[in-house]
């Protein structure tokens, strides 16, 4: 084993749910009245905490923006969205054999906790992973404190890890500290994006990363 502890985000890594918070996030600012963002621009932000995320997507918002904002995001993503949001092909199965293999798994994502322990529970992965950390947990990604709290937690080092994420967000903060990093290219940031944070690899099929670790 190369590493002991993998790190994985979740949307886009994980779940294919970039479709869904992005239409998402549109039908929130119709419903606010304020300007639709393009899907690009959504796009972008995702991996980042939805409070760093809105100002970079909405200019002067107050906080009654924020709050309105955040209600109706929330209600669309969770109640009225229809988008599926399934794990891609080939994610469940190997975040399994992972795990009966010896490593040590966690998730560091932009979702809030309460999120990330709904989809957990939904696909029934939660059992696989021993740390956790949402975006309410830490600072928002790219700051590495998220990472240093999963490692703090399982009494690992930077070296003992692989971070594995689609954004450049993700391996920002894995570069910050000196840990190994793998790109996803199926997510929301392409190879050439990902490429400026010198991973050790890019994979476009989540099943891949077999190789590498």
Known sequence: M??????????GTVMDSVARIVSSMQACALDCNLTVPTAT?????????????????????????EVALLAAY?????????????????AGELIKSLHQDGYQL??????????????????QLGSYF?????????????????????LAELQLSPADAVMVGDSSYDLA?????????????YGVHDATTLSQHTPIALIDDIRHLRDWV
């Open 130 to 150: 021993h740390a956790l950390r949402g975006a309410d947990q830490a600072l928002s990604k790219p700051d590495p404190l998220m990472l240093e709290q999963i």
């Open 2 to 11: 190369k590493y002991q502890l993998i790190i994985f985000d979740w949307d």
């Open 41 to 65: 621009a959504v796009r972008d932000i995702i991996g980042l905490s939805l409070y760093k995320a809105l100002p970079i997507l909405f200019d002067g918002l107050t906080e009654q923006d």
């Open 74 to 90: 929330r209600r669309h993503y969770l109640e009225l969205n229809t988008t599926p949001s399934p794990l891609f092909a080939g």
């Open 173 to 185: 903060m894995a570069k910050a500290i000196g840990m190994d990093r793998i790109g996803v290219t």
């Open 106 to 123: 966690a998730v560091a994502t932009g979702k809030q906790r309460v999120g990330l322990d709904r989809v957990l529970a939904q696909t």
